[in-house]
């Protein structure tokens, strides 16, 4: 990836614009990480950009980025600028663009963000960013208590990067996040979910959390139940515990899951019908929430003697012709009643052993 970033910033040199590879990118170069888009930052404007690359396109021009898809990776170019007064405690009101990198990087969050590469591959580092990735310590671009007025949500970005890289926080960044954590609140909770998630899947969500509930920032999200996640990295597990679905942002597959975890929690998760009922992967996570033993639950899981109500040796049909009845509700009874007895290997799930449990069972109703 490096090597094609490289020669998409040529391209933009040979355009005689300065151009940078910026951000987390170059982070996770450093700590040998991989990286799914690059960011780059130039002097060229946003109109210069896209007469550079004709196929590229401008998602919100008075944010002066470009994206470019090219060699199968997503760059993203943003112009050098200033940023002026900040609306909402999130983004700036007013941009100017500038032609110098120096400036530029001064308005970013935290110097491990600010390491640059050139056309070359030389790293430029001018706030010491480098020295921070090797001390393992997230430290602001400047004041901290201005970082994190200015735009609430680098207060939750702390504390993931934390999470995500094993990393601690600046005592300044920690005086900061105490002095503006009420600034949380008014955040979307889309952007706020954002953040969480990445913290949430980083497999160090057990650490994350635990610098929330230090924060006390579980009051400030709205996560009332955040201690009482335990055990799971599993992000659709976290979210089922918190149940916040009601403010916070999910489809209405995540939600269904959600509600089907948290009923699954109190219930035997090597139960036959339960993990029929429910299914493997709503049983799996609830389990490791629990601390039961996934491989034992996949185990039983797997040999159940049917999976789903069309595994049954029988069709409706075959029912009603057994009855002599039309269709009814009746048939949902009787396909409950004789899932059960299959699971739990009281009746063969065989055609005419079921057809003489209906008869016998079903023939008066």
Known sequence: MLDNALKLIKELTEHNYKAYIVGGFVRDLLLGRESQDIDIATNATPKEIQEVFQDSFLPTEDYGSVVVNKYGIRFEITTFRKEFMYQDHRKPVEIE??????????RRDFTINAICIDENGEIIDFLGGRDDLERKLIRTVGDADERFEQDALRILRAIRFATVLDFQLDAD??????????LLKELSYHRKKEELDKMFVSGRAAQGIEMLLDFHLDKHLNLEHLSDVK???SLIGIWSILNVEDIYPFS??????????REVMPLNNYDPFVLFEYGLYVNSVAGEMKGLDKKKITESYNSLVIHSRKDLDITSEEIMD?????????????YDDIEKEVL???LNNDKGDLLNYIKKHYASI
């Not at 960044?173 to 009420?182: Q, T």
């Not at 209405?252 to 975890?261: A, G, H, R, S, V």
């Not at 002599?324 to 009787?334: H, K, N, S």
């Open 173 to 182: 960044v920690v005086v900061a996040i105490r002095k503006h954590r009420d």
């Open 344 to 346: 739990y290997h009281r």
């Open 252 to 261: 209405n597959n995540e939600k269904e899951m959600m509600k089907d975890i």
């Open 231 to 233: 055990n799971t990295n």
């Open 322 to 334: 057994a009855l002599d009845r039309e269709p009814g509700e009746y048939l949902g009874d009787i």
């Open 97 to 106: 663009y500038i032609d110098d990198l120096y400036q530029d990087l001064l």
